[in-house]
């Protein structure tokens, strides 16, 4: 039961880490500068809010992924210790419902930067909008970009609309399939999954 107890806590601890780095993205895409710098190989990397907004939905993915992963894991100690487990029954708090929709939040947030903030640079931002991003395919091939908060060019990744704009749709997506997943699989250790499961047992 402790050992049980133990990866829990370690989850939740992880889930919460994971979740503030996104959330500080999030914080940095509102920015207008670059806000590190950094190399390493001979490659100079400059991440600016661009940067985060391009990757930003991808990573919050593959984080969602590896904490798809453990909750599996932890789904599987919980059926193995079962008969301890039901002893845990318990409503469940809206504060942890609320943590583990962060990392899909974050993904549709920044996916949305994207859509409205950064554009091709040969339109510019006064003549380029989300309705666009979503289908002119006049620059599919790609283009250079430029990030509306602060007209930041220097640094800034090359974009492809409008097939980019369906992938991050994509990415927020799967995040929301997976953050559903990751609570109702959480529901089976105090909810009613275990209440079922105990009324069978005592039958």
Same mark, same amino acid.
Do not use: H
């Given at each position: 039961?402790?050992?049980?107890?133990?990866?829990?806590?370690?989850?939740?601890?992880?889930?919460?880490?994971?979740?503030?780095?996104? /959330?500080?993205?999030?914080?940095?895409?509102?920015?207008?500068?670059?806000?590190? *710098?950094?190399?390493?190989?001979?490659?100079?990397?400059?991440?600016?809010?661009?940067?985060?907004?391009?990757?930003?939905?991808?990573?919050? /993915?593959?984080?969602?992924?590896?904490?798809?992963?453990?909750?599996?894991?932890?789904?599987?100690?919980?059926?193995?210790?079962?008969?301890?487990?039901?002893?845990?029954?318990?409503?469940?708090?809206?504060?942890?419902?609320?943590?583990?929709?962060?990392?899909?939040?974050?993904?549709?947030?920044?996916?949305?930067?994207?859509?409205? *903030?950064?554009?091709?640079?040969?339109?510019?931002?006064?003549?380029?909008?989300?309705? *666009?991003? /979503?289908?002119?395919?006049?620059?599919?091939?790609?283009?250079?970009?430029?990030?509306?908060?602060?007209?930041?060019?220097?640094?800034?990744?090359?974009?492809?609309?409008?097939?980019?704009?369906?992938?991050?749709?994509?990415?927020?997506?799967?995040?929301?399939?997976?953050?559903?997943?990751?609570?109702?699989?959480?529901?089976?250790?105090?909810?009613?999954?275990?209440?079922? *499961?105990?009324?069978?047992?005592?039958?």
């Amino acid at each position: 039961m402790l050992s049980y107890l133990t990866a829990e806590t370690s989850f939740l601890r992880s889930f919460g880490n994971r979740s503030l780095l996104l /959330l500080v993205l999030c914080v940095l895409t509102r920015s207008g500068e670059s806000v590190a *710098k950094g190399s390493g190989i001979g490659v100079a990397l400059d991440i600016n809010p661009a940067v985060i907004v391009v990757f930003g939905p991808v990573l919050a /993915l593959i984080l969602l992924v590896s904490l798809k992963l453990e909750a599996d894991t932890l789904l599987l100690a919980r059926e193995t210790a079962l008969d301890e487990t039901i002893s845990l029954q318990s409503e469940i708090s809206p504060w942890l419902y609320l943590l583990f929709s962060v990392p899909a939040a974050s993904a549709a947030f920044m996916a949305v930067q994207f859509m409205l *903030k950064l554009v091709p640079s040969r339109p510019g931002c006064d003549n380029w909008s989300a309705a *666009k991003q /979503l289908s002119d395919t006049a620059f599919q091939g790609g283009s250079a970009s430029v990030y509306c908060i602060g007209n930041l060019k220097q640094g800034t990744p090359w974009i492809y609309p409008p097939a980019q704009t369906y992938l991050y749709i994509a990415c927020v997506a799967a995040c929301a399939y997976l953050t559903w997943r990751i609570a109702i699989d959480w529901a089976k250790a105090r909810g009613a999954v275990v209440e079922t *499961k105990a009324a069978e047992s005592q039958a």
